[in-house]
């Protein structure tokens, strides 16, 4: 069955497959003592598939422009925000600069805009970088097959898509303008990046769009749809809560804390083998009870703007007006009030604020071991394939 059947299965209330039925489940609401029970599942399930491990990574914002009018987005075409993008030597910088703080595995992130992420940009940045930052990942615009084929041979294994929201209807109230107003293209992005050699594949749900509760079943259908059809992949899933973001959005679907660990534990059970990724977006004191109940990768010392961790890009940062460029007539300061090196501005609001030394000792002081690299490609080298 195609994943667009099986979501509108779901619409009419059908549960295609009995894991499905078995996650709906413990998405019900239940009583305190049913959800501790849940977290303690929840947590054997973790230690038995993945030890008193923790995966770290850094995101790594290259480029804030975006073609795409998105009304929970601070990236949004129309939020009169300051704009900049890396060149490849800046992306180096601020590459350079996470991997002096231990991070090996880094994200690439970049608003949707195919003029100033495009003719090579991301091939370029993935050479510079493969040498240094053995794992790397990109959350950029969805791309046709032979696109990722070209990244994935510059050094890329991981490919990061968000649905944003599995409700088709607020799907196309909150996408108003650009290329990812289409659902379906989207939907199948994991689909045609595991076409095209990527290792691992990450999913996920922005938490506030939509009921939660569909936003997870809906979630949890595309990943058993992918275990079956994508199966040499390794996958992670994400259900991040909306944060704060130019544009002033406000959440209409709350997720209480409580809830939101639920999910989670909800996840770990029903998809041992999956990874659980937890962002910045949640405050410390909720990520520190949330690190052993299922939760495998976080990020740490996150900032969501390009140059935002070195100041790279600083002297480039402008307007974008109906897709023209503005310059300023004057040059900005820093965000200071947001730690930030540079006035560029971020995709939403970091709520930990810790730094990833601070987390990897936290990480330590619960008994959990801080992974900083997990993967190199000498690993599929010829000479290691015949010793």
Request: overall charge negative; charged content about 20%; some cysteine.
């Amino acid at each position: 069955m195609a994943l667009a059947d099986i979501l509108d299965a779901l619409d009419s209330g059908t549960l295609p497959s009995p894991l499905l039925t078995r996650f709906r489940s413990l998405l019900e609401p239940m009583p305190p003592a049913a959800l501790e029970a849940l977290a303690a599942e929840s947590v054997a399930t973790t230690r038995q598939h993945f030890g008193r491990t923790m995966r770290l990574f850094a995101p790594l914002y290259l480029s804030n422009e975006c073609v795409n009018n998105c009304a929970y987005c601070g990236f949004s075409r129309d939020n009169p925000i300051l704009r900049t993008t890396l060149t490849v030597s800046e992306a180096v910088k601020e590459a350079r600069h996470l991997a002096a703080q231990g991070f090996r595995h880094v994200l690439l992130v970049a608003g949707e805009h195919p003029r100033f992420v495009s003719e090579g940009y991301l091939e370029e940045c993935l050479a510079a970088l493969r040498d240094f930052i053995p794992t790397l990942a990109i959350e950029v615009g969805p791309m046709e097959t032979p696109e990722y084929e070209s990244l994935v041979r510059a050094g890329c294994e991981g490919l990061v898509v968000y649905q944003e929201t599995y409700d088709r209807a607020a799907y196309a109230e909150y996408h108003t303008a650009g290329p990812k107003k289409d659902f379906d293209w989207r939907l199948a992005c994991p689909e045609r990046g595991y076409a095209a050699g990527f290792r691992r594949l990450g999913i996920g749900a922005l938490v506030g769009l939509a009921d939660w509760r569909l936003e997870a079943l809906r979630l949890a259908a595309h990943l058993e749809h992918l275990q079956r059809t994508c199966w040499k992949a390794s996958f992670t899933v994400s259900l991040p809560r909306l944060r704060p973001a130019a544009g002033g959005f406000q959440p209409r679907h709350a997720m209480g804390d409580a809830e939101f660990v639920q999910a989670i534990c909800a996840f770990r059970v029903c998809f041992p083998q999956v990874g659980i990724v937890l962002s910045t977006r949640e405050p410390e004191a909720l990520r520190n009870a949330l690190f052993p109940l299922g939760v495998t990768s976080i990020s740490a010392g996150s900032h969501t703007e390009p140059g935002g961790y070195t100041g790279a890009g600083a002297d480039d940062v402008h307007l974008t007006v109906r897709g023209r460029r503005v310059d300023l007539d004057e040059k900005p300061a820093s965000s200071a009030c947001s730690g930030s090196a540079t006035p560029a501005a971020g995709q939403f609001d970091i709520s930990d604020t810790r730094s990833a030394a601070e987390v990897a000792d936290h990480l330590r002081s619960i008994g959990l071991e801080p992974v900083w690299k997990d993967w190199d490609a000498a690993i599929l080298s010829p000479a290691l394939a015949t010793a």
